[in-house]
Structure formats: C-alpha cells, structure tokens
C-alpha cells in the first residue's frame, strides 16, 4: 500500500529545495502569510510591486546563459496595434487614439523551447511559488496556460526595439529580468487609466499620453526583480532598447481559471504557430 503522506512529504520537501535553489527566500519569506498580505496591499494600492533581487545571482546566471544560448530560435515580430490592442473601429475617424497605430517589435521563443530542466520550469510549475503568486494577487488559485507556447515566454529586445503603448487584455502579469540593456528599455505606466469594467476607455487621458502631455511612472527594474502588474486598466509600454546589450525578460502566464488557451490566432501572431502538427 502507498503510504500517501510520505509521498506527500517527499515531494514538498522537494519543491522547498528547489525553491530554495532559485529564490532568496532569506530576503522573501515567501510562505509567510503576515509578508504576502504586506505584498497584497501593496500591488492593490500601486498596480505594480517589484521584488529586486528575487532570484538568486547564481540561479539568474544560470537562465541568463540558457536564453543566450535559445535566442537563435526566437521569432522576431514587428506588429501595428492600438492602445486597446483591439481591431479598428469603422465608426471613429482613423486619427481617434481608439483607432492610432502603434508599432512594437521583440523577439520571442516559447514554452516547448526550453528545456524541461530548465530552472524556469521548475520555478514556473512550482506549487509553492504559485501559491505565493496567488495570494499577492488576490486570487485563490493560478492555473497554466492549456497550451504547449503560452505558459513561458523569454522575450528578447535589441537595438531600437519596443513595446509600445497598450492596455493589457489579462487582468495581471509576472516577470522577470534576467538582463538589462545598456540603456533604454525601462518600464513605464499610467495607472487606471482607464476602467475597463466599466466599458469606459479613458480616450482624454490617453490622448494626452499619445500627445506626450503627460508623464508615467519609471519602475526600477534591475536584473533578477520579480514583477507584478495589474495591465488591463494601466497605460504602459517597454521603451526602445539603446545600445547592443539585449533586454531579456521572461513572461511568466498564468490565469485564475483551468484550461485557458491563448487563441490560435493570438499564437500565430505572436510566435509565428501555433504549436499544433499542422
């Protein structure tokens, strides 16, 4: 008969060691309840919380020479799109901020190109880190994608490269900086601009950011910072790359509800396929 309870026990001591093999858990207490509610507050008051030097300095360069080494695989988009990432609306003139486009470029490789003993992997799928996620954002669980690209992106930004002004379509969003370019590339965002629940879009607010009238938040984002960030009713963007050190960020996804799929539009889009034998 299988003794369940120390399975149990093999299996979570082994998810601590790794967590404690990737994370600075001296630094962040991850399981304390008192610390993730600390965290919690935060991102609900600010819509972004930044966790500098998460991960530790051997761990960071150990995923940093793995996407140096995977960034011959990454497929390079440059893409038109709106503020709202949403098609264009006949009904308004072309020059609305609904209907302005914006151009962004990067390169990306996804999840099926990295190696299952990879450290993002093991950090990605582990229990213990989702738990932490989920009780800083407020949810009561995190769910992968069901897809085989979308669950792990590590996006490459060279010279001249960006991602431009956009709402996001998620409610929130986890990175991680594995590298920072010689200039440029920061991160920058109005917060509730907005109020999507609403169906309220802000087109003032925006147009004045289109405008340059306005001036967002800067987030200091060193290597190995952990983000957390709530997009959908936040203006922001990663401005252009300077100078040929690349930024590389990795794209944690996860949703609050089980077998999502990022559209196979959306895939072919952003990854050039879709991840099925077609």
């Keep these: 008969m299988t003794n369940n309870s120390a399975t149990s026990t093999i299996i979570n001591d082994g998810e601590s060691h790794i967590i404690q093999s990737i994370i600075d858990t001296r630094k962040y207490p991850i399981h304390k309840e008192e610390y ?18 998460f991960i530790l300095e051997t761990a960071r360069q150990q995923l940093l020479q793995e996407a140096v080494n995977n960034q011959h695989k990454a497929y390079y988009t440059q893409t ?9 609306d006949d009904k308004l003139p072309d ?17 099926d190109q990295i190696s299952n003993s990879s ?10 880190f989702q738990d932490f996620l989920a009780g800083i954002l ?16 590590v996006h490459y930004y060279n010279q001249g490269q960006e991602l431009n002004w956009h709402f996001d379509n998620s409610s929130f969003a986890i990175t991680l ?3 920072a370019p010689m200039d440029g590339g920061q991160f920058e965002y109005f917060p509730n601009l907005r109020d999507s629940s609403r169906g309220e879009n802000g087109y003032e607010d925006v147009k004045d950011v289109m405008d340059q009238k306005k001036n967002g938040t800067i987030l200091s984002i060193e290597p190995s910072t952990l983000v957390l960030f709530h997009g959908r ?46």
């Design 36 to 53: 993730i509610s600390q965290l919690r507050n935060k991102l609900s008051n600010e819509h972004a919380l930044t966790l500098p030097s």
């Design 80 to 88: 038109s799109h709106s503020v709202y990432l949403s098609p264009k």
């Design 95 to 111: 020059n609305h901020v609904y209907n302005q486009q914006l151009n962004s470029s990067k390169g990306c490789i996804t999840t």
């Design 119 to 128: 450290l993002l992997k093991s950090l990605y799928y582990n229990h213990e």
């Design 138 to 153: 407020n949810v009561k669980k995190l769910y992968p994608y069901a897809d085989p690209l979308s669950e792990i992106n």
């Design 177 to 179: 900086l594995l590298q």
């Design 233 to 278: 009713d936040c203006l922001h963007r990663v401005r252009p790359v300077i100078g040929d050190r690349t930024r590389i960020l990795v794209v944690l996804a996860y949703n609050d509800q089980p077998g999502v799929c990022l559209s196979e539009e959306a895939r072919k889009t952003f990854f050039g396929r879709t991840g099925r034998e077609d």
